[in-house]
């Protein structure tokens, strides 16, 4: 009972003092010690976007468009009398905060919309990512597979080519196979889900520093079907009926690096970009 006492007269009163006693003995704002108490990536950007609050300067910069940022910024900086002279590095710090905040957002919609795209085998495009995919009997997949699931498992093709063969080798493995195709939907739907729930925003913190995109979204997906591989030929799996139970171990684990605010599910070996 205590505790719900204290946490209410703290944030009804005593923080709002606090803060202003620090203001006047550093000089500097919570934002301008959060960016500069933080290197750049997740524990800034999670900090600075913890700030949003109905009241919040940021409030407004977090509902506008990318290409009003940088405006929101400088609309903060007078709101929070912070002179550019005087902390030169805090609005760039920002701005690339502000970009990944509402990137995340804006990535969350453009994936979802890729997902609600239809395969058409009419459409030159998806057949022809499929046929970069090496699968021998692409319609199959098409039946099965949602087009997201087709451009990410091309994009794996595309830029990680020897990474990409050496999965789908052990993927035909007479003893430890498994379907590429079902592991490429089943991994698509699990980056899907991070990325629905904010499980995924460490990661993109630490490994964009700006907006991410699409791209970013794919080149996760590399990451996990390559760490995928790595664990499955290491578990040995007596059956591919077995496949659930490691998809699920396999997630767990995936979800235990995202706990950790220095993250970077970032597949590197073999990028041709």
């Not at 550093?26 to 500069?36: A, D, K, P, V, W």
């Not at 997740?42 to 919040?56: E, W, Y």
């Not at 007078?78 to 990535?107: M, R, V, W």
């Not at 999965?167 to 698509?188: D, E, F, M, Q, R």
Request: with cysteine; glycine share 4%; aromatic share 12%.
């Amino acid at each position: 009972m205590f505790g719900y006492i204290w946490e209410y007269v703290y944030t009804s009163f005593l923080r709002y003092w606090l803060k202003w006693l620090i203001r006047q003995v550093t000089g500097t704002c919570e934002l301008q010690r959060i960016c500069s108490g933080h290197k750049p990536g997740a524990a800034r950007t999670t900090k600075a976007g913890a700030l949003n609050h109905p009241k919040s300067v940021l409030r407004g910069a977090l509902e506008t468009t990318k290409d009003s940022l940088e405006q929101c910024v400088d609309q903060i900086m007078k709101a929070k009398n912070i002179k550019p002279a005087k902390d030169p590095k805090f609005k760039e710090s920002l701005h690339i905060c502000l970009l990944q905040i509402t990137g995340y957002s804006s990535l969350y919609i453009s994936v979802e919309d890729l997902r609600k795209e239809v395969f058409s085998s009419d459409n030159p495009e998806h057949e022809a990512m499929l046929l970069k995919v090496w699968i021998p009997a692409p319609r199959a997949i098409a039946s099965v597979s949602a087009c997201q699931t087709d451009l990410t498992l091309s994009f794996f093709s595309e830029n990680y080519t020897a990474e990409a063969r050496q999965v789908l080798s052990h993927a035909n493995h007479p003893k430890l196979g498994y379907s590429y195709a079902i592991v490429g939907i089943n991994l698509t739907e699990m980056a899907y889900s991070l990325l629905k729930s904010g499980a995924l925003k460490p990661h993109f913190y630490n490994a964009v520093q700006g907006t991410p995109e699409l791209q970013h979204f794919h080149q996760l997906y590399c990451y996990l079907a390559y760490e995928f591989d790595k664990f499955w030929v290491a578990e040995e799996p007596e059956s591919i009926m077995q496949f659930n139970q490691y998809r699920e171990k396999f997630h767990n684990i995936v979800r235990t690096h995202l706990q950790d605010p220095g993250v970077c599910l970032t597949l590197t070996v073999g990028s041709k970009n």
